[in-house]
């Protein structure tokens, strides 16, 4: 398994989230939080995207995390096949 691709930025994926279900609910200075809401089972993702130009592996990481990703490398694979 190759390394998946790191470069994003914030409003990349934001935008990305976005598109898939996740619903803006307040931004504090640099940071959107985003919620979803899974249809199914109700289950609550909320999610906490600075808007920088480059997030660090560490903090993509923590999203990942956040908006409910089985795996790290397939998620980041996911935004940026979605940017």
């Given at each position: 398994?190759?390394?998946?691709?790191?470069?994003?930025?914030?409003?990349?994926?934001?935008?990305?989230?976005?598109?898939?279900?996740?619903?803006?609910?307040?931004?504090?200075?640099?940071?959107?939080?985003?919620?979803?809401?899974?249809?199914?089972?109700?289950?609550?993702?909320?999610?906490?995207?600075?808007?920088?130009?480059?997030?660090?592996?560490?903090?993509?990481?923590?999203?990942?995390?956040?908006?409910?990703?089985?795996?790290?490398?397939?998620?980041?694979?996911?935004i940026?096949?979605c940017?």
């Amino acid at each position: 398994m190759g390394t998946p691709a790191t470069d994003f930025s914030g409003r990349e994926i934001v935008k990305v989230l976005l598109g898939h279900g996740f619903k803006l609910v307040d931004r504090t200075g640099s940071h959107v939080k985003l919620r979803r809401v899974d249809p199914n089972t109700g289950d609550v993702r909320n999610v906490t995207v600075p808007q920088y130009d480059r997030i660090d592996v560490d903090l993509l990481q923590k999203i990942a995390t956040q908006s409910g990703a089985d795996s790290f490398y397939e998620w980041c694979q996911w935004i940026d096949d979605c940017r």
